[in-house]
Antibody, heavy 122, light 107 residues
Framework: DVQVVESGGGLVQPGGSLRLSCEAS????????MNWVRQAPGKGLEWVAT????????YYVDSVKGRFTISRDNAKNTLDLQMNSLRPEDTAVYYCARGPGGYSYEGYYDPWGQGTLVTVSS | DIQMTQSPSSLSASVGDRVTITCRAS??????VNWYQQKPGEAPKLLVYGASSLQRGVPSRFSGSGSGTDFTLTISGLQPGDFATYYC?????????FGQGTKVGVK
């Protein structure tokens, strides 16, 4: 089965750091764009970051630029999100989602993982 | 940035009803518009991609249409498992924005 599974969420104090991971299986990880999307409690979906197959391109939503870093290890089939200087407004379920294969990022997200909850609170 | 404005934000419907959800984009994302279904406590599920292509395994009662700036998701004959929240998304350019969601509830 094609799947992605997130891990690493938890409770962290404001200003702290957390690293999320996503393990992919059932497809050729190195050939797909990969994404992080978050959902604050009771709210809608918000795109967070995207990385190209060879990690040569990264994109971020403005609210996390300079604080979050997306990375990938194609040998281990893993996607990471390093989150620094965390704020209460970063509290959300974070989803990993597979993007399109091929040169262009224009496409769809499928599948999505089950999500991992990050809570930023003192 | 491309803004995706979904309407309505919520609706009430009965089993068997035809349901239409609209997403208006500004500016145009060409046809790079996707639709997802999300049930409480679950991850989003892809329904329609490229504005009108049905994802494999998705029932044919779901359909997508539209072009330019106006896009529609239609459920023809609502089923009990279709009560959920639906999101549109554009992937034409970054930031890859979502609509605010439409919650389909029981009338």
């Amino acid at each position: 089965d094609v799947q992605v599974v997130e891990s690493g969420g938890g409770l962290v104090q404001p200003g702290g750091s957390l690293r999320l991971s996503c393990e992919a299986s059932g497809f050729t990880f190195a050939t797909h764009w990969m994404n992080w999307v978050r959902q604050a409690p009771g709210k809608g979906l918000e795109w967070v970051a995207t990385i190209k197959q060879d990690a040569s391109e990264e994109y971020y939503v403005d609210s996390v630029k300079g604080r979050f870093t997306i990375s990938r290890d194609n040998a281990k089939n893993t996607l990471d999100l390093q989150m620094n200087s965390l704020r209460p407004e970063d509290t959300a379920v974070y989803y990993c989602a597979r993007g399109p294969g091929g040169y262009s990022y224009e496409g769809y997200y499928d599948p999505w993982g089950q999500g991992t909850l990050v809570t930023v609170s003192s | 940035d491309i803004q995706m404005t979904q309407s309505p934000s919520s609706l009430s419907a009965s089993v068997g009803d035809r349901v239409t959800i609209t997403c208006r984009a500004s500016p145009s994302p060409k046809n790079f518009v996707n639709w997802y279904q999300q049930k409480p406590g679950e991850a989003p599920k892809l329904l329609v991609y490229g504005a009108s292509s049905l994802q494999r395994g998705v029932p044919s009662r779901f359909s997508g249409s539209g072009s330019g700036t106006d896009f529609t998701l239609t459920i023809s004959g609502l089923q009990p498992g279709d009560f959920a929240t639906y999101y549109c998304q554009q992937t034409y350019t970054f930031p890859q924005t979502f609509g605010q969601g439409t919650k389909v509830g029981v009338k």
